[in-house]
């Protein structure tokens, strides 16, 4: 079932504990445009089925990345990408959007997600993985 934008971003607000609606939007922009240079094929056009149409076009259109990103480095290219911020903040930014992208997947698509990713993204989803 696909989130509706005001529920998508009223999580990541709650979760980020931004004070407007627009930081969220901000940060689930970015987020999802890294995101989305790492994933392929089915498991990207499936999560993507589950985002509210702009955010879907996000990830479907993402920024090009020369290669994955270690979890350490995807956050420090989220704070490069949102004006401002740390990598702390950028850390906190990363937590929001994903554990809502993960909560609006299943657990069979999250493990496919979780396998297009380098080792280590389980954390950022908030889904820690038994090793």
């Known amino acids: 079932m696909t989130l509706r934008r005001e ?69 420090r290219a989220t704070a490069a990408w949102i004006e401002g911020a740390t990598e702390q903040t950028a850390a906190w930014d990363v937590s929001a959007v994903l554990s809502t992208v993960a909560d609006a997947a299943d657990d069979g698509l999250l493990g496919q997600i979780l396998l297009q990713l380098p080792v280590g993204y389980d954390l950022l989803f908030g889904r820690p993985q038994p090793t």
């Open 7 to 75: 529920a998508f971003l009223d999580h990541v607000r709650e979760r980020g504990e931004y004070g407007t609606v627009e930081e969220a939007g901000r940060a689930a922009r970015v987020v999802l445009a890294l995101l989305g240079a790492h994933l392929v094929g089915e498991v990207r056009a499936q999560l993507a089925a589950l985002l509210p149409e702009d955010f879907a076009l996000i990830l479907l259109n993402p920024l090009q990345s020369a290669e994955p990103l270690s979890p350490e480095r995807f956050v």
